[in-house]
DNA sequence: GGAGGATCTGTGAGCGCTCACAGAATAAGA
DNA sequence: TCTTATTCTGTGAGCGCTCACAGATCCTCC
């Protein structure tokens, strides 16, 4: 319990030095881990440390090492998605929560009209951050380009097809999908249609693959339909569509947590019972899937644990000139509950 | 458009400085805005940064003020309720834009256990950050004794009665409670019941306070229910319970969108046609009203100009010593939609 | 015309750290 | 024993900026 009245002025590097009877340099060594130290110094300084209290100061670091400290997140996403997409803040939690352990700051870029486009690439080119990690890259991204030319390590969370050369870390989306539809099949549903979206991403258009996949022969084009966003109201939307064209259909699998809650909305209101009369499974094991009624069978995806390996890749990187090459996929497990 | 083939080597203060003719001092001088500097030399700078596209490093403007250039929001939620909240969202976003507008970063210190605490507190006595703001402080928090401790200057948003000397950001809740429940008066409700929340808090209290003021002698104790968040999953139940109790009631005051979503589910399993048996009004504007069947009568609340206004809080303070005295409340505005 | 006050400008030192280099100590081999 | 690696340590310079000080220039007024 030291005194803390006033703003303790902290300890510089001198300071341990001086506690631990060697040079500046010696304990930069032992700080940042280098070899050629001797064991009683090293020693030395550690408990120097601990006793002044010395906590490095990162301004200082980053101007001797010209280097800024810092990893933006890149989420371009208008700013309503952002607030209620509860995949986007688990991501950014898990992001925040290993770069803060490795000392990096996290700065958060969102991009939500094509204005803030130019701005978040002169930021980027300013030097102001030493790695990327980008959310849900669409397809020929501007920022993922400009990224590539600044030469700024980067790591991409989703795979877009058109930046293969950039690691990524994602799911399997496609083995999930297949997954939860092949026990949608199995326990006896016969008229399965799916309501997919974002099919200009990676996580779209895989989870539709795996759809079909699932059902092999049984597949129907028509059973499907896309809408526009992974939301609430294109589940009602994709599932009035739906309803349409198939009223008998007895099983629906929905591209997100959320379309679903929309589906089954609709589903309810034309009279429908779930499960009995039609089975919904979702995906994302997020807050909608038990905000529903019945309880959402879904895939869980590890949001978190994307945004923190993210960040141990570009960390690694950075660091170590090490690029990790080709996509990390992180695993899914499928969730039963009552809806299906 | 310059080549940007290889990281381009920042200009220095030392370049604008020999572009323009005159001396670091000078143009540091302009870049801080201090007087004493002569128009034409004000001038030749201004062009002189354009020309070699100078940006200020910011790692050595803190190494030599001191500072860190940076400020904590700190919120004091399960992991689980940020991710989840879309208040809290829009807080965020609304003092990353704010306070990266100056040219600050935000770093965020999420507390979900008590565990948490210590290391929060030991990091904000580590002279990281030069202001905090936060968000939903509860009664008797140890982080905003910590924070008044160390004299760093804070903000709150939303104002707990035990903390009284620190500024805050806060909505009238009790006025925009007693509006909404105003209307749903003048509508013809007779038997109106509220779901509270959040009791150990301002914005409960007050939201209760305000249902109160608007009923007067019609208030009756046993119409309000008080559940622990402000969830989906809360709303069913207090709907719930307060059905048991008094079946009969005509109208329903949610403390939160989400709650009122709740109730809506629950009214509409009984049976109860809406607004027609029964009028819902809510609180918030989320997403969650638009996503109501029928859409939900609310109150909007400034979330992200709320996030906004803290960060310019607390830069006044940092920045010139200036603390704002008391609470700033920023309007709200009763949006009447379907449920009521 | 010169004193005294404003207004403007340049310079050195220093913020806390890292990095390259040179020198000291130790170990190993002839 | 002396040489030559190998391991370890200290020192100076410098990262880009701010701040205090001193000096220069310009007014104003007696």
Redo the contacts between chains.
């Keep these: 319990m030291s005194e803390?009245?006033?703003?303790?002025k902290?300890a510089t590097i001198f300071d341990v030095a001086a506690e631990a009877g060697v040079s500046r340099g010696t304990v930069s060594r032992v700080l940042n881990g280098e070899p050629y130290v001797s064991q009683s110094a090293r020693e030395a300084i550690e408990a120097a440390i601990d006793k002044v209290g010395y906590?490095r100061?990162?301004?200082?670091r980053?101007?001797a090492t010209q280097t800024?400290?810092?990893v933006a997140l890149i989420v371009h996403e208008p700013?309503?998605v952002?607030?209620?997409d509860?995949n986007i803040?688990?991501i950014l939690?898990g992001t925040?929560t290993a770069l803060?352990d490795a000392d990096y700051?996290?700065?958060?870029l969102?991009i939500d009209s094509d204005r803030d486009t130019d701005r978040v690439v002169s930021y980027l080119?300013?030097?102001?951050v030493d790695g990327a990690i980008v959310v849900s890259a669409r397809e020929d991204d501007p920022i993922t380009a400009a990224l590539e030319?600044?030469?700024i390590p980067t790591v991409l969370v989703g795979r877009p097809e058109t930046a293969p050369e950039l690691p990524s870390v994602s799911i399997d989306n496609r083995t999930a999908a297949r997954d939860i539809t092949e026990r949608l099949v199995s326990t006896g549903r016969r008229r399965i249609g799916m309501i997919a979206a974002a099919l200009d991403r990676d996580s779209g258009r895989d989870r539709l693959a795996g759809f079909r996949d699932a059902l092999g022969d049984a597949f129907d084009d028509a059973l499907v339909v896309e809408v526009p966003l992974y939301s609430?109201?294109s589940g009602q939307e994709g599932m009035r569509q739906l309803l349409r064209r198939a009223p008998d259909l007895d099983g629906i699998f929905a591209a997100s947590d959320a379309i679903a809650a929309g589906a089954v909305?609709v589903l309810k209101?034309a009279g429908k019972r779930i499960p009995n009369d039609v089975g919904v499974v979702g995906f994302d094991d997020s807050?909608w899937a038990?905000?529903c009624?019945p309880a959402l069978s879904t895939v869980r995806q590890p949001a978190?644990a994307l945004g923190a390996r993210a960040a141990e890749l570009v960390l690694d990187e950075i660091r170590r000139g090490e690029r990790q090459r080709g996509v990390v996929l992180l695993p899914t497990e499928v969730v039963w509950r009552d809806s299906a």
């Design positions: 803390t009245r006033t703003r303790p902290r906590v100061n990162t301004a200082a980053n101007l800024s400290g810092a700013h309503a952002f607030v209620e509860p803040g688990a939690l925040n803060s700051q996290l700065v958060s969102i080119g300013g030097g102001f030319r600044l030469h609430f109201h909305d209101e807050a038990l905000r009624q978190g």
